[in-house]
């Protein structure tokens, strides 16, 4: 038997080993922490997990333990990574129950899913590996420590239901930082100036420089300080429209000539196949894929695609590494399809070698095809539009890391201006560049980042040879100011992780996915749009970052990622590490639980003033974030003023360009890449893969906030009868209902009538449709309270033909739709049975047994299908972390 993650790559396997083997699915982890406890043991400081099987995993684990006591041998098969060590730890717990058990399961892994990989993986299996289960363990309990400790202190001090995770706490914070770097920013006014020139009698020949300096002393303006205090200067630069005017005047009568002309041979080497944070950030920005889709979409590449004859067939190699190391094997098959389709003018004479980062892992190899020899033209028309995008990106950054440098040459002119008012000598200067050999841009085109307006590839001059004298066609003045750095993207922020050493390639992802989950930032402008702290993510961040210096600190967090992968290496023990951390961790907790600020309780004073009454208005903390109040206000008296309003200063500034460009906001499958789509369950509205019940199944769903639920209002056409303002759709805590747009000045709400139907029991009110607090629909009089009359089930404006009730019910059983009397009881046997009458009196109990019985009911309809998990959606699992959301992701 043979376990993987899966069911995609499980049939992808199975098709490789052929008769003999039976490849099953664990369908990800099978064993966790326990959701209702921390499941750490922290009195005597040895940190043992408590581990069980996971809800909902119970039958899997069944399955597999009685498929595993048939099976010869057992090999576990999971992803060659920390998390597909622990899976596979956990299997083996489960199905090597005793000795004989154990001798049976072997460990296999493959960085590609190829028959020659997966063959060769089985013919050398190896143990589980306990250093990586040990360090995939210490993140989970690390992880466990801070969600589960911290978060009942946001609870106390803030709001229910937040949480704190200790690595996306840090990614929020540099979201935040970054934020308040904007709004302290301070633009600099500079100009530039610009001259277009050509060579005496080449009037066409046109050519723009810029200008750098007087005299030959460089021409600059001061830029304020760096972080570390060092004075910075913005080059070719002058202060102000004063200075830049007079230099104008000056040039006008200036002649013009080229002081000195150097060329030069220039390469650009091919850039290193991708590992994952560069895919991240290749896809964000050539493609437009989010972090999540890309992902998703390379999971799917990896695990295997039906490419006609061949049949399911993994692509590339396993998608989540930091090593750019590549195969010798695949180096080859690149080199010899350059060599057959391009020329060996584009092969090196040897294979170029990339190294990584002394702090990468290098467990495996660089995103790379499986072979080369598959190009995207070959594989259209088997790939999906976003598939194919992605492949033909890592396919052509694999090929061109194994081709020559392109060549370009280079030409930088020194050009003079001298003034004969002033006598001063204006210096100007151009680059620009020609390409000579295309070398590996012929298969990869690099992302060109904002260029600079002096890059010399993105200038081209014309023949300079023997020129000396220039004429001048026009001066361009033209005022700038410096702008302040840009919010995160997922592109950028992931950049801004990797170069920190925060998160390693498997959690990148799940990093961006929480901090906008838990609503601590928000992204606008689609696809490609920027991060804004929410006010809440400001306060959470700024009370765990004041509480917890050490344990948030991102170098302090870059530092535990060196630790994790010396556990990796086995040159930590796991203990020493969390030993270290939960020292600081405890004493930061203590004061914490001292000294937090109590938000619940803010009341700070402002310059406002009362619209009602004129008082002070404070600022207060509510539900939604902060709101202003007035000072006036007092609870115990009901003539008080209450007058309130929206903080707006504390949310997000949504009217910068990048936050109103238009973009993708459709949200992909983390399995698979695919369009999540929305359903409407028992438990209300969720998100689902489209191939929930595809061959194999894409199980990935997400449910929804209650915030995430409502949508904007809607305008449904009509005017409120009582304003005349336009009626809008609006989604409340108990579900849709219809209001004036003109709240809170008119409180019309727009009921649910059964036409033609008065009140059966006062015969005034109308019958309308209502929502109970538990989300129960029932019926009840317009007139209420004066009128109490309610029913569970829907009234039909009919007589009963048996009796002469007024109306009838609409109920729904297994069998069909039913028309019945509400007279109707559930048999005569039951109405003849004497009753208790208990502590009612013997009046009102002597009415209720003259009450009318009657037996009419009358089938109009099936039943509707019993509810599915496509339908309605997933059964919630009632936990701790559902409950509570301690549980950081």
Not at 365 to 373: C, N, Q
Not at 456 to 463: G, I, M, Q, V, W
Not at 733 to 749: I, L
Request: with cysteine; aromatic share 8%; charged share 30%.
């Amino acid at each position: 038997m043979v376990i993987v993650e899966s069911p995609a790559k499980a049939k992808t396997i199975e098709k490789y080993l052929g008769k003999g083997f039976e490849v099953r699915a664990s369908v990800g982890h099978i064993m966790d922490l326990p959701k209702n406890e921390i499941g750490v043991e922290l009195k005597k400081r040895t940190f043992a997990p408590e581990l069980v099987v996971s809800p909902g995993k119970e039958k899997v684990v069944d399955q597999l333990k009685k498929l595993g006591a048939k099976a010869d041998e057992i090999y576990l098969a999971p992803d060659p990574d920390r998390e597909g060590e622990a899976i596979a730890y956990h299997l083996a717990l489960q199905l090597g129950t005793n000795a004989k058990e154990r001798k049976k399961i072997r460990r296999v892994t493959f960085n590609e899913i190829t028959k020659k990989a997966v063959q060769e993986a089985f013919n050398h299996p190896r143990d589980i590996d306990q250093n990586l289960v040990d360090a995939q363990q210490t993140r989970r309990v690390l992880d466990r420590l801070v969600g589960y400790q911290i978060s009942p202190l946001l609870w106390d001090k803030v709001r229910r239901g937040l949480s704190a995770g200790r690595v996306q706490t840090v990614a929020v914070r540099l979201i935040v930082e970054r934020e308040r770097e904007i709004t302290a920013f301070r633009p600099v006014e500079y100009w530039t100036i610009d001259a277009i020139l050509h060579p005496e009698h080449q009037a066409d020949a046109k050519f723009k420089a810029r200008f750098i300096g007087i005299d030959g002393e460089s021409a600059r303006v001061a830029n304020g300080k760096d972080k570390d205090g060092k004075e910075q200067f913005l080059s070719s630069a002058l202060p102000d429209k004063k200075t830049a005017d007079s230099i104008l005047a000056d040039l006008k009568e200036a002649s013009w000539w080229i002081a000195s002309v150097q060329a030069r041979e220039q390469q650009r080497r091919p850039l290193a196949p991708f590992i994952t944070s560069q895919l991240q950030r290749d896809a964000a920005n050539k493609l437009g894929f989010n972090v999540r889709r890309t992902m998703g979409v390379a999971q799917r590449l990896y695990e295997g695609v039906e490419i006609g004859s061949e049949g399911t067939t993994g692509l590339i190699t396993y998608m989540r590494t930091d090593s750019p190391r590549i195969a010798p094997e695949a180096i080859t098959g690149a080199r010899e399809w350059i060599a057959k389709e391009l020329g060996p003018q584009y092969l090196p004479a040897s294979p170029n070698e990339y190294r990584g980062k002394k702090e990468a892992q290098d467990a495996h190899e660089a995103i790379r095809p499986t072979d080369a020899a598959r190009t995207p033209e070959s594989l259209a028309r088997y790939l999906s539009d976003e598939q194919l995008k992605l492949y033909t990106l890592i396919w052509k950054r694999f090929v061109a890391s194994q081709m020559v440098p392109a060549v370009y040459d280079v030409t930088t002119a020194n050009i003079a201006a001298k003034a004969k008012r002033s006598g001063r000598t204006y210096d100007f200067r151009v680059s620009g560049s020609v390409l000579r050999f295309d070398g590996f841009l012929k298969v990869y085109e690099v992302s060109e980042e904002k260029r600079n307006e002096d890059d010399e590839t993105a200038n081209r001059l014309p023949s300079l040879d023997g020129v000396t004298a220039l004429g001048l066609n026009e001066l361009l003045p033209e005022e700038h100011a410096t702008q302040p750095p840009p919010r995160y993207n997922e592109a950028s922020l992931v950049k801004e992780l990797e170069e920190r050493g925060i998160g390693r390639p498997s959690t990148y992802a799940s990093i961006i996915n929480t901090i906008q989950d838990r609503e601590y930032v928000v992204k606008h402008g689609g696809s490609r749009g920027r991060f804004y702290p929410t006010e809440i993510g400001v306060v959470v961040c700024d009370l765990l970052v004041e509480n917890f210096p050490y344990i948030f600190d991102t170098a302090y967090t870059a530092k535990l990622e060196t630790e994790l992968d010396d556990i990796e290496e086995g040159t930590e023990k796991w203990t020493d590490l969390l030993n270290g951390f939960y020292g600081y961790f405890e004493k930061e907790l203590k004061t914490a639980g001292k000294k937090m600020r109590n938000i619940k309780r803010m009341e700070e004073v402002t310059n406002e003033k009362c619209e009602l009454c004129g008082s002070p208005l404070v600022l207060k903390w509510g539900k939604f974030g902060t709101f202003y109040a007035c000072s006036a206000y007092n609870k115990k008296d009901p003539t008080s003023c209450t007058f309130t309003k929206e903080n707006i200063a504390s949310k997000p500034d949504l009217n910068t360009p990048e936050a109103q460009e238009a973009g993708d906001t459709e949200e992909y499958c983390e399995n698979c890449g695919k369009v999540m789509v929305m359903r409407r369950g028992l438990f209300g509205p969720f998100m689902a893969c489209p191939d929930y019940n595809a061959d194999p199944p894409c199980r990935t769903f997400r449910k929804l906030s209650q915030k995430q639920q409502q949508k904007p209002p809607e305008p449904t056409g009509e005017d409120c009868p009582v304003c005349g303002k336009p009626l809008v759709l609006r989604q409340g805590a108990y579900g849709e209902f219809v209001s004036c747009s003109g709240y809170p000045k008119c409180k019309y709400v727009k009921q649910n009538l059964i036409e033609g139907m008065k009140c059966p029991k006062c015969g005034e009110g109308d019958i309308a449709e209502r929502k109970a607090r538990r989300g129960n629909v029932f019926w009840g009089c317009t007139n209420y309270p004066k009128c109490d009359f309610t029913s569970n089930l829907k009234p039909v404006a009919k007589k009963c033909p048996q009796c002469g009730s007024p109306y009838l019910v609409e109920k729904t059983l297994k069998s069909g739709v039913f028309l019945e009397c509400p007279n109707k009881k559930k048999g005569a046997e039951e109405e003849a049975a004497p009753k208790k009458r208990g502590k009612k009196t013997a009046a009102v109990a002597d009415a209720e047994e003259k009450k009318v019985v009657c037996t009419y009911s009358k089938r109009i309809g099936d039943a509707p299908p019993p509810p599915t998990a496509e339908t309605h959606g997933p059964l919630p699992e009632k936990s701790r972390e559902e409950k509570h959301e301690l549980q950081p992701a």
